[in-house]
């Protein structure tokens, strides 16, 4: 018997940063563990690759180390310099 191949299995998710309350934390969409910017050691998601556009950051992938989903960050601001 042929086993079934699994379609989605390496979905991206997409989450708008501008939907987020707080300090931008957020749970994997998958697995639940949290993700937070503060986070710098790469023990919970490891960053894929960055877009630029007018030299400003326009998009971020990730990747959970849990459960290798690969995340989609939109929704960056350019804050205004006061």
Known sequence: MMKKAT????????????KIDGDGAFPCPKCG???????ETEEVYQI???????????ELTLMCNKC???????GFLSQPEN
């Open 7 to 18: 379609v989605n299995k390496n979905m991206t998710y997409t989450i708008d940063l501008t």
């Open 33 to 39: 563990v949290m993700i937070s910017p503060e986070d």
């Open 48 to 58: 894929v690759e960055t877009r630029v556009k007018n030299d400003e950051l326009a």
């Open 68 to 74: 290798g989903s690969k995340i989609k960050l939109v």
